[in-house]
């Protein structure tokens, strides 16, 4: 391989191997850099199944549902969701044509290649970033509903405690993940907190469950700039995570192909339009850390009473700003007075101190 390639990455997470892939499939000559460029993924992947790509194999999809939501309501999302074999997603995306190299590497030093930054999330210096937990468990199907978001409170908790949701989702054939969600908070409730709510949920319903399968903490934001000169992020590091919702490898995998094409021509893959898309998001994370647990149940079931495009362009991380702001535009409106009121203080940017006068 030459000296210098088109492409380096940096990390061979789900977003930074995808893009690895995609773009040596494509003839582009890339090196990419990651500390443990072999080690295996454990995490549960779900997506829409009408976001899959159609270049996946698809032996990758592990189990497919048509969950429901409740808040207040119940919902019928009228939408098939997908989760995938992790090790059939992490072997379809091979690194065949890839100069790996098991280190890590910064962004600068890498002479005149576009870089990639896939590391995950920067060090943020503070413990209060938003961050989404979960405490799963795996029961057989047909002993639970099958729910996308379950908002109703689990037995135990006290009035005012932070909300959780249960995610109840078919991963194969036999068996559903029931995972409760701390969806976004800083803090966040910790895994054994929702550990305990899960199976306090469970055991009111009847439903065995085992040992605990999945533990989930990642952060929603990472500091610093979304992409400049020469290099871009992806992942938390960049505008495919959804900070207000967390989901984010429907959107990785998207954004592998827009990279090939974007670096063909010459520019970055990640736009000044995708940025400000980006924190629009961001100030939709800033409202929901905002509400109280009765206001959070109170605007899910608002939200997924919208129109269906507008539940589906605010649930991507794709969705370009002025699809996304009609989306809120449309939740805003259509909330009562007092959530009104929250959700315009939680968006409305701080003002700037005016300067002192002079006397």
């Known amino acids: 391989m030459r000296a210098t390639p088109d492409l380096v990455v940096l990390g061979l997470g789900p977003a930074g191997r995808a893009v690895a892939h995609r773009a040596a499939a494509a003839g ?27 270049w996946l194999p698809a032996g990758v999809v592990a189990a497919v549902s048509s969950p429901q939501v409740i808040a207040r309501t119940r ?9 995938l074999d992790v090790d059939r997603l ?50 057989p199907v047909g002993a639970h509903d099958e729910l996308w978001m379950d908002w109703r409170v689990a037995p135990g908790v006290p009035d005012g405690a932070p909300a ?18 701390c969806l976004a908070g800083a803090p966040a409730l910790t895994v054994a907190a929702l550990e305990a709510r899960l199976r306090a949920r469970l055991a009111a319903r009847g439903v065995a469950a085992g040992e605990l399968h999945e533990r989930v903490d990642f952060p929603l934001l990472s500091p610093g700039p979304r992409r400049g000169d020469g290099w871009c992020g992806v992942g ?10 967390g ?24 736009s000044r ?34 129109p269906d495009r507008r539940v589906r362009a605010f649930l991507s991380a794709r969705t370009p700003t002025t699809t ?4 809120m535009a449309a939740a805003f409106v259509a909330a009562p007075w007092g959530l009104r009121r929250r959700l315009a203080r939680a968006v409305t940017p701080p003002a700037s101190p005016r300067p002192a006068r002079r006397r």
């Open 28 to 54: 582009l000559t890339v090196r990419a850099f990651d500390p443990a460029p072999d080690a295996r993924w454990r995490r549960t992947f779900g997506l829409w199944a009408d976001e899959l790509p159609p």
């Open 75 to 83: 919902f019928d999302l009228r939408r098939e969701y997908a989760v």
């Open 90 to 139: 992490q072997d379809a995306l091979s690194l065949d044509g890839v100069d790996v190299r098991a280190d890590r590497a910064g962004r600068d030093g890498h002479g005149g290649a576009f870089v990639v930054d896939a590391r995950g999330p920067a060090p943020s210096g503070t413990p209060d970033v938003p961050r989404q937990t979960a405490a799963g468990v795996l029961v």
């Open 164 to 181: 959780s949701f249960l995610y109840a989702v078919r991963v194969s054939e036999d068996a559903l993940l029931l995972e409760e969600t």
């Open 236 to 245: 938390v590091r960049g505008t495919t995570l959804h900070p207000a919702t």
């Open 247 to 270: 989901y984010s490898v429907a959107a990785a995998l998207a954004f592998a192909d827009d990279a090939v094409a974007a670096l063909r021509a010459g520019r970055n893959p990640v």
């Open 273 to 306: 339009g995708d940025v400000a898309a980006h924190r629009l998001r961001e100030a939709g994370l800033r409202a929901l850390l905002s509400m109280s647990p009765d206001e959070q149940r109170d605007f899910f079931d608002v939200f997924f009473g919208l």
């Open 324 to 327: 996304n702001a009609a989306a």
